[in-house]
Structure formats: structure tokens, C-alpha cells
């Protein structure tokens, strides 16, 4: 069955540091990985979408890289502030058995705390 | 302004009761999801509906039942609620069943059986 693993469940950094986290996934050839945030009492929140021809994916502060030959994506926040704290979701887009719907199947997420 | 709501927002009842949950979204999407997401934060699909037409029904205790009376609403109904059942319940809507578009989560109705 497919397995998504984020590898670290916290992740503790320095403000103005990189935080980098990972999703390793197994028995899965996704056509999409999404990165999402969640904050305390809210629901997830969409960041960023790559797809399994592009390396790499930015925005602003955020860059996602996505290696279908490691069967992996790293999701870096540079310039690291407390407000980035939060709990990030990475998610596979994969097809459902039947027809052509796609469904998105979650890691259970890493809790950044970026530190002042 | 808000693009999933969902209602009620905090759920506290006791073992056995029937309650359900409902969702709506203004963003014209065709397709819905409930997901369910546990104290370790796992979120873990339920269901989803693509124009009121159930696509996913993963394994589910058959006490939890989704209506959809039109695209725009997926509602939850869940019967003889157990202990289990305490956890965050997310709607979300994506505009295609078949896209790479994102999704977008309601708030989460937290509900606590007893």
C-alpha cells in the first residue's frame, strides 16, 4: 500500500535560519505533490504544488523540490520567522481506482517552531 | 467571504447519540471531501463526492453516512457514536474530481464523544 512518511514529527530552528523538512513516499509514482500548512484549531492551508517533471518550485520564501528517482520532496522556508511556525503537510495527488478523480493522500506532518 | 464553512464548529455529545456535520462551499467546485483527522494529526480521507456523486468511500464504519443534496453541500452524519469518533472532522472542495487543482479545508468541527 502507499506510504507517505514526513520525517520529522517537530522541527525546532533558529529565526533567520532554513528550515528544511522531508516527505519520503513509497510504492507511489504521484503526478503532483502539494505542501501544505496547518495551524493550531484551523484546517490546512495550501502552500505549493509541484509536478513530477519540475526539479523545483518557488514562492517568495518557500521553495519545494520534488526527486522522483529518491521518491522524495524538501520543502525549505528561508529566512525563517516565528510567524512560519506551524505544522507543514506534504500530500500526494494520485489517481483513485475508478475513473479519473484524484484523491490527496497526507503525511501526518512536521510541527516547525522557529525560535526568536 | 468564507469558501468552506462547515457547522457546528465544536460537537460535545454522548456515546450512542446520532449527530451530523455540515458543509458548504461558495466556490462553484464540483467535488467535496470529508476527512478525518485524529489527536496524532494523521488526516485521513473518509469520502468525496464529485456532483453529488459518491467517488470515494474508503473503509468507513457503515455508522457514518454522507449525504450531498447538491454540489455545493456534503453533510456527515454519523449514528451510534463511539469514544472513537473524537476527532477533527475537515470538509474540503477542489474544483475538479480529475485535476491537479488544490484544496481548500473548512475550519474543522471538533467533535468529542463521551
Known amino acids: 500500500s502507499q506510504k507517505i512518511e514526513q520525517n520529522s514529527e517537530a522541527l525546532n530552528i533558529q529565526e533567520g535560519k532554513t528550515a528544511t523538512l522531508t516527505c519520503n513516499y513509497t510504492n507511489y509514482s504521484p503526478a503532483y505533490l502539494q505542501w501544505y500548512r496547518q495551524d493550531p484549531g484551523r484546517g490546512p492551508v495550501f502552500l505549493l504544488l509541484?509536478?513530477?517533471?519540475?526539479k523545483e518550485k518557488r514562492k517568495e520564501r518557500l521553495k519545494v523540490t520534488f526527486d522522483t528517482t529518491l521518491k522524495q520532496s524538501l520543502f525549505h522556508i528561508t529566512a525563517s520567522q516565528p510567524a512560519d511556525s506551524a505544522t507543514y503537510l506534504c500530500a500526494l495527488d494520485v489517481p483513485i481506482s475508478s475513473g479519473s478523480a484524484r484523491q490527496l493522500t497526507f503525511g501526518s506532518g512536521t510541527q516547525l517552531t522557529v525560535l526568536p | 467571504d468564507t469558501a468552506v464553512s462547515q457547522t457546528p464548529k465544536y460537537l460535545v455529545t454522548q456515546m450512542g447519540n446520532d449527530k451530523s456535520i455540515k458543509c458548504e462551499q461558495n466556490l462553484g467546485h464540483d467535488t467535496m471531501y470529508w476527512y478525518k483527522q485524529d489527536s496524532k494529526k494523521f488526516l485521513k480521507i473518509m469520502f468525496s463526492?464529485?456532483?453529488?456523486?459518491?467517488?470515494i468511500n474508503e473503509t468507513v464504519p457503515n455508522r457514518f453516512s454522507p449525504k450531498s443534496p447538491d454540489k455545493a453541500h456534503l453533510n456527515l452524519h454519523i449514528n451510534s457514536l463511539e469514544l472513537g469518533d473524537s476527532a477533527v472532522y475537515f470538509c474540503a472542495s477542489r474544483y475538479r474530481a480529475g485535476g491537479s487543482e488544490t484544496q481548500y479545508f473548512g475550519p474543522g468541527t471538533r467533535l468529542l464523544v463521551l
Open positions: 463526492y464529485n456532483n453529488k456523486e459518491l467517488i
Open positions: 509541484i509536478r513530477e517533471n519540475e
